[in-house]
């Protein structure tokens, strides 16, 4: 699904994931500099988005998610996963409820598997599932001088930004609102470098079959550890109790001096040997090359590295002895610092 504002004079489509919207619209590092110093809209109108209707919806979604739902208010916002029986992550989940109506946004492509899951789940509950991809789109707002209230759609403050869930048909009319407001319109190039700077990663990208929360933050923002029973819930619990999950989130700072970035999935290598995966990377307009990566726990925290050949530094997100008392030290924390930087 192509996004209207790709019509954008300027606009550069991005490929991969990311296909259907804009790369950028022309100067990439401008954009970056804009997020960071004042506001700007992103078009990440390539998610998936469901609508989930019916009276049993949030006590429904409480006993499947690693979130307490139960009793959200109408307009709270926040994270939750679905984990495999053993405990593995299959789905990240954006949402918010309206008071009538729950609303999703997931990476692109994945709306249609997390629809099926839910599907199978319903039984006899009151709950109406439904994938809403073709009629809404996601508008990112971010930086710190956001405006507060309604910016236009349905708004959940979450993650990097303000997500904006709006009708496809009010997309390119509500960023033109945004920026006349003074924000700038910025790429998924801008967006991907502040959010690895940030330490915050996607599903599928930093993210593979074997990840749990605890190896990549989410433990943090979208599981409720006090909460009842839900599939995977004896492998969250064994890791934080016990600590040590098998691999751990890093920052990586890659070697300015060579004229590539890693590609996805490269081996992180310590002494000949693999230490573990490289995720999303990009170029960020003060920290240089950046990738985010996956390393085995037993990896020493000042080790550096090669990757593709390139040499890189790390910078510890989690903590080799995650668990309930060691804190987890995400880039969430450094968010506003990096995202005051540039005033």
């Known amino acids: 699904m192509t996004s209207p504002l790709l019509a954008t004079p300027g606009a550069v489509p991005a490929d991969g994931i990311d296909e259907g919207v804009a790369a950028h619209y022309g100067d990439p590092y401008a954009e970056q500099r804009a997020l960071a110093g004042r506001f700007g809209v992103v078009d990440r109108s390539n998610r998936g988005v469901l609508r989930i209707t019916g009276a049993d919806r949030l006590s429904w979604l409480h006993s499947l998610t690693t979130q307490d739902l139960e009793r959200l208010a109408p307009g709270s916002a926040g994270e939750a996963l679905v984990l495999s029986p053993q405990g593995h992550v299959e789905h990240h989940l954006t949402l918010t409820d309206d008071g009538s109506s729950t609303w999703i946004h997931v990476e692109p492509g994945e709306a249609a598997s ?138 990586l700072h890659l070697d300015g001096s060579e004229d590539k970035l890693p590609s996805h999935g490269a081996d992180v290598m310590l002494d000949g040997v693999s230490a573990g995966l490289t995720g999303s990377t990009a170029r960020h307009y003060e920290l240089g090359p950046i990738a985010l990566a996956l390393v085995k726990r037993t990896t020493p925290v000042s080790a550096t590295f090669t990757v593709d050949g390139i040499a890189a530094a790390q910078e510890v997100l989690v903590s080799p002895e995650a668990g309930a008392n060691v804190q987890i030290d995400t880039g969430l924390r450094r968010r506003g610092n990096l995202m005051g930087r540039a005033r």
């Not at 707002?141 to 405006?147: I, Q």
């Not at 924000?183 to 074997?210: K, N």
């Not at 029973?229 to 064994?238: K, L």
């Open 114 to 251: 997390l629809l099926e899951f839910l599907a199978s789940m319903r039984f006899m509950l009151r709950v109406d599932p439904q994938d809403v991809t073709a009629d809404y789109g996601v508008l990112t707002v971010v930086g710190p001088d956001t405006p507060a209230g309604d910016l236009g759609g349905l708004r959940l403050d979450a993650g990097l930004g303000a997500d904006l869930i709006v009708a496809r048909s009010e997309l390119t009319g509500i960023a033109d609102r945004i920026r006349s407001a003074g924000g700038a319109l910025a790429g998924m190039w801008a967006h991907e470098a502040l959010r690895i700077a940030a330490g915050q990663p996607r599903l599928g990208l930093d993210t593979d079959h074997r990840t749990i929360p605890h190896e990549v933050g989410w433990i943090e923002t979208a599981v409720h550890l006090t909460k009842g029973c839900y599939r995977g819930q004896e492998t969250v619990a064994r890791v934080h109790n016990l600590g040590r999950p098998p691999r751990r989130l890093v920052l």
